[in-house]
């Protein structure tokens, strides 16, 4: 089953402009609102679930409609459900006031595909009827979604009162068909800071849509609540309490009025910073102002820290998402390498005017090569390579070295999986015969470079809900460094990437996404930092993305290829594959329309594409 929400497609014109992650970013906007896109549907005027949301709504909702047969009510009540307002009053009126009372709508909130009303009885004044769908997602009370899996069978009783039917009788828990959630929730993302204070981090919460003038300080509220349990060990969250909000939120020029609309911009005055370091502040901007324009909440951005400029640097004009420097730089990935590929066990530059050329250095002279990384500037690599050796000795080895420089074999055996590296260039990563992981770390006074081992108990001991079963074939760092996206015994995965207070790395609490693939995924990489795009073995619908809370999961159309599809690697702005014939590149067309996949020439069919990360 594939989920298909009446949004826009990340890869779409449409869906860049109007996504709601990462767009609106000023002076980086071209790239982050296809990054936004990749990440969110489209824009929003949320309030966040839970005690954030039982403000009363501005109108009420409207009453069921009269004369309805029991069947069709009860197909408007699970459409009623998705909305939360004033204790989702929507769905009570569908309710006799006994029923009304006892439901207890805060017990849980299930996502399901379709739901089947099946009629087990009825008579003149009641009717029984079973509800049954398959779960896709859970909703946390915080706005976390959760994959989730199984079927769900409810009964519910109905009964005629004065002349019209209503529930009587039904389980506690709101559940919610996908495609009514997706109209009346929009996601939006929350920044918090990577744990060595280089990187901004993602946390994507699903929130209600409520007036767009809330919009601002709901936001505020919930970076103060912290960051979601699963992802809190790998942040720090520099607005935590006794971090508080002084007074109303208002436009730059004092306005209360619209806060949040248009180009008004926002001015907030903060209390519990005056502690802070100008680095940490400088942090403490980078969350609010991140997170507020990627929910394209615009600036001028005014910062006080009890009634004085959080930055006397920004007193007049206040902040823009440029002056927050290379934290707000860590969103994009580096954009200026150009397309490499592995032709014929050589490491190739593919120039756009002359065609495929050897990579200088050693790199680009041997014929052995299995699969490479580049680190983001393009300047070192890592490479498998064939060691040439008869079983039962190791068969394939690591060798890293820079595109020009010394190359050094770092780790060997039996199978190496494609090499990820770092955002900072410092280490790849690679898992070594299907349940090893091995940081190839660069020492940066002697050029030497060491494996040191990363500790995966928790991937396998079942300690996790989600133990994972090897092998594990594919292995990416994400570019902010706190998570990695994987592939184990076909199926996808998201861990956390943990530093120890020794120094020593772990990977952790793996969790399972894009669990609706029908067929073994064999390929991934990380299309923006909050998703995934992965190449599954089947025919139909062969290359998708999918978020990394598992919402989401979206084709990129199968146009010009030719599965199996050997191969993803993308950033924000570029995407390839190698399918069954050729090295192909994800186009669109200046007048829009469904994107389709235009063949890279000269690289051949046994090719695959390579780009920094």
Not at 95 to 108: G, H, I, L, V, Y
Not at 260 to 266: K, N, P
Not at 479 to 500: E, M, N, P, Q
Request: net charge negative; with cysteine.
């Amino acid at each position: 089953m594939t989920l298909r929400p009446p949004h826009r497609r990340p890869d779409s014109p449409s869906g860049r402009a109007e996504s709601s992650l990462i767009t609106a970013l000023l002076a980086i906007v071209a790239m982050v609102v296809v990054a936004g896109c990749a990440s969110l549907p489209d824009s929003s005027q949320p309030q966040a679930l839970g005690t954030i949301n039982q403000e009363p709504s501005a109108e009420r909702p409207l009453p069921p409609s009269p004369g309805r047969d029991p069947d069709l009510l009860l197909r408007d009540f699970l459409q009623a459900t998705a909305d939360p307002a004033d204790g989702h009053l929507a769905a009570r009126q569908y309710m006799t006031p006994a029923a009304s009372t006892q439901w207890n709508d805060e017990d849980s909130h299930v996502i399901v595909e379709r739901a089947d009303t099946l009629r087990e009885s009825r008579t003149e004044t009641e009717a029984t009827y079973v509800l049954r769908a398959r779960k896709v997602g859970e909703l946390a009370e915080d706005g976390s979604y959760h994959v989730a899996d199984g079927i769900i069978e409810d009964k519910i009783e109905m009964t005629l009162v004065d002349g019209q039917w209503r529930i009587d009788e039904l389980p506690d828990g709101v559940v919610m068909e996908y495609s009514a959630f997706s109209q009346s929730y929009r996601r939006q993302a929350l920044y918090f800071v990577s744990g060595d204070g280089r990187h901004v981090v993602p946390d994507l919460r699903w929130i209600s849509v409520v007036r767009p003038d809330d919009l601002a300080r709901r936001l505020i509220d919930m970076l103060i609540a912290g960051p979601q349990p699963y992802i809190a060990p790998v942040v720090r969250n520099y607005l935590s309490p006794p971090v508080a909000v002084r007074g109303p939120l208002t436009k730059a020029n004092g306005d209360p009025v619209g806060v949040g609309v248009g180009l008004g911009g926002v001015r907030i005055d903060f209390s519990g910073i005056d502690q802070l370091s100008p680095r940490d502040r400088e942090l403490f901007a980078a969350q609010v102002i991140l997170t507020l324009s990627a929910a394209e909440v615009l600036g001028p951005y005014i910062l006080l820290s009890d009634g004085r400029p959080l930055d006397e640097r920004f007193a007049d004009g206040g902040w823009s998402v440029t002056d927050l420097g290379p934290i707000a730089d860590a969103v994009q990935p580096e954009a200026q390498i150009p397309l490499h590929a592995l032709r014929d066990g050589t490491l190739v530059e593919v120039d756009a005017d002359g065609g495929p050329k050897p990579a200088p250095g050693y790199f680009g002279t041997v014929q052995n090569l299995e699969s490479v990384g580049l680190s983001p500037d393009g300047k070192r690599i890592a490479a498998v390579a064939d060691a040439g050796r008869a079983p039962p000795q190791p068969q394939r080895i690591l060798m890293m070295g820079s595109d020009g420089g010394e190359v050094f074999p770092v780790a060997d055996g039996g199978t190496i999986t494609r090499p990820s590296w770092t955002a900072d260039g410092s280490e790849a990563w690679a898992v070594v015969d299907g349940n090893r992981v091995i940081r190839a770390v660069t020492n940066g006074e002697t050029g030497t470079v060491l494996p040191e081992g990363v500790d995966t108990a928790q991937l396998f001991d079942g300690g996790s809900s989600t133990p994972i079963q090897a092998p594990i074939t594919e292995l990416r760092i994400s570019r902010d460094g706190v998570t990695a996206a994987l592939i184990a015994d076909g199926k996808v995965y998201i861990a956390l990437v943990l530093v120890r207070p020794d120094g020593s790395y772990a990977l952790t609490a793996p969790r399972q996404i894009a669990i609706e693939l029908s067929t073994p995924a064999v390929s991934l990489d990380w299309y923006s930092n909050d998703t995934i795009i992965l190449a599954g073995s089947g025919t139909v619908d062969p290359v998708r993305t999918v978020r990394i809370d598992g919402s989401d999961l979206i084709s990129l159309g199968g146009r010009n290829l030719t599965p199996p599809v050997r191969q993803v690697t993308a950033s924000v702005e570029r995407q390839y594959v190698a399918d069954s014939r050729a090295v192909l590149e994800l186009t669109r067309t200046p007048e829009g329309g469904d994107p389709y996949w235009r063949e890279v020439p000269g690289l051949g069919a046994d090719a695959v594409p390579i780009l920094p990360g």
